[in-house]
């Protein structure tokens, strides 16, 4: 017997046929003698149409209300699930976060849960009941409802598989795991049967989205094995116990390592490059200190070394937050020569726990976007993964150059 937190995404429950199909899905391991609980999201398309509800309303509004309104997407489906379970003869109820409860912190809107008890959902599995739980939603600290962040089930998942001390969290979603980069790209691509916790959090927050980057986060803290598999497949598929998809786990768990075991990319990028830069100290803190404070997240820096008592120093933001950063360097009135801007860049990354042990890595990329005759125009690098910063046209040249070089090809 194992005890299992299955997750559905919003296409997963899409319909009322669909949310049939996920029973079926359920019923499955109640069969394989397992405890279950049920993590869902909101039908698709819900969450939107709720969201412009709000902003429909009024473009600048009460956080507290827009968590009141979104939050009711996940209570649908937990109660319809719950109703299609106990059509097949299986005991199930619906659970709504303030009901386990899910508590968080105050951020409406972007909470981050601070705790879960997970005893009732325990109690409620040992009698044989499956819990149907609400994604998304947790109780505030006012009292309030509150929600995780787009994308927030799968935080949900996560968070009470931990709870729960559950074997496993299956997150079924509408692609059958993570791959080596991009299918649509690159049409060699192949799914990975496992990924590092680390790997996969590099991945996450570099543009890959199938999971939310904090229910990575979360899984690595409290070492929760997690499966992101697909809810399309047919009944004579293999059983979510074979693993089919791909399984985020401890480093100790994967046999076969790999050196690079993705490349992701992301182009919500922009460059940022303040030429004519007086070189003394306090500078650079006289830059990225106002950015800091006004939230604005700097990714890749660099500054080149000086001449004639100035330098150069370049660095990356998200393409969203360009304008804002650009107003925050002329009010506090850096002294340079020059602002320049590049919103066409992309970054692509190279990811992989092999390179901790590993020479070569960086220069293997190098090489291979040379060949292509790729300008690189930023590098940066971290101990799992190797980043430059590359003009948008070559993207898919440099994601199928790469993806050859470190020989991940299917075969
Ligand atoms: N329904 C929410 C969203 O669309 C949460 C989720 O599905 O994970 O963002
Ligand atoms: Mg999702």
Redesign the pocket.
Known sequence: MARIVQKF??TSVGDIARIRNVAKRVKAEIDQGNEVAVVV??MSG???QLVAYCNEMAPLHDAREYDAI?AT??QVTSGLLAIALQEMGISARSWAGWQIPIITDDAHGKARIAEIKGDAIIASMKQGHVAVVA??QGLGPDGRVS????????T?AVALAAAVKADRCDIYTDVDGVYTTDPRIVKTARKLNKITYEEMLESASLGAKVL?TRSVEMAMKHRVRVQVLSSFTDENAPPASALPGTLVCDEEEIVEKELVSGIAYSRDEAKVTLTGVSDRPGIAAGVFGPLSEANINVDMIVQNTSHDGTTDITFTCSRTELDRALKVLKDVKVECKEIATDKSVVKVSVIGVGMRSHAGVAQTMFKALADKGINIHVISTSEIKVSVLIGEEYTELALRALHTAYGLDAA
């Open positions: 995404g919003g999201s909101a819900v969450t939107n979104v997407g996940e994604g998304f929600t995780l962040g787009r994308g927030g089930s799968d949900t939310q």
